[in-house]
């Protein structure tokens, strides 16, 4: 079984900066990519950026030039630096793991329980 657990979320201004961090424990044979999704009160889901393990990242329209997703492999970490936050940036925030947890296992993604973050003056 794979866990992930969120942290760094909080409350902050318009226009400041979050760093969120997750780590994944447990059994994984091999990963191919971790990344962040948020949602919303009353919306759907929506990815906001991803790394696979080659270094290839992925970012939302609406956040690229603002936030930086970055992988410790070693450590099956995933960093969210998020900057000029905006009050409808306003959700939970998800991390996910794309990954094998045996040799012999399928492919799966795990998620973890979210961190919020609140963009409020």
């Known amino acids: 079984q794979v866990q992930l657990v969120e942290s760094g979320g909080g409350s902050v201004q318009p226009g400041g900066s979050l760093t969120l961090s997750c780590t994944a424990s447990?059994?994984?044979?091999?990963?191919?990519?971790m990344g962040w999704y948020r949602q919303a009160p009353e919306k759907e889901r929506e990815l906001v950026a991803s790394?696979?393990?080659?270094?290839?990242?992925n970012y939302a329209d609406s956040v690229k030039d603002r936030f930086t997703i970055s992988r410790d492999i070693t450590k099956n970490t995933v960093y969210l630096q998020m900057n000029s936050l905006k009050p409808e940036e306003t959700a939970v925030y998800y991390c996910?793991?794309?990954?094998?947890?045996?040799?012999?296992?399928?492919?799966?993604?795990?998620w973890g329980k979210g961190t919020l973050v609140t963009v409020s003056s």
């Open positions: 790394v696979t393990n080659t270094g290839d990242r």
């Open positions: 447990g059994s994984i044979f091999s990963s191919r990519a």
């Open positions: 996910n793991i794309d990954a094998r947890a045996y040799s012999y296992s399928p492919t799966r993604i795990y």
